[in-house]
């Protein structure tokens, strides 16, 4: 599915960054699904910043 999105926009994505890629999307879907609860106290609420795994490759 990266793939197809890449490629509609004409985006270059190099292979070894699909992982990363898919894998902030399932950690944004787990930040949206725990945000939708309704029985959430000011404890559970999640910090207004989020830390994402560099996508940047480090020699």
Same mark, same amino acid.
């Given at each position: 599915?990266?793939?197809?999105? *890449?490629?509609?926009?004409?985006?270059? #994505?190099?292979?070894?960054?699909?992982? !990363?890629? /898919?894998? +902030? =999307?399932?950690?944004?879907?787990?930040?949206? *699904?725990?945000?939708?609860?309704?029985? #959430?106290?000011?404890?559970?609420?999640? !910090?207004? /910043?989020? +830390? =994402?795994?560099?996508?940047?490759?480090?020699?």
């Amino acid at each position: 599915m990266v793939d197809v999105i *890449a490629a509609r926009n004409g985006l270059p #994505l190099p292979e070894g960054r699909k992982a !990363a890629i /898919v894998d +902030g =999307f399932i950690e944004l879907e787990a930040m949206c *699904a725990r945000l939708r609860t309704t029985n #959430l106290t000011a404890v559970d609420e999640p !910090a207004n /910043v989020y +830390g =994402f795994a560099p996508i940047t490759r480090i020699a």
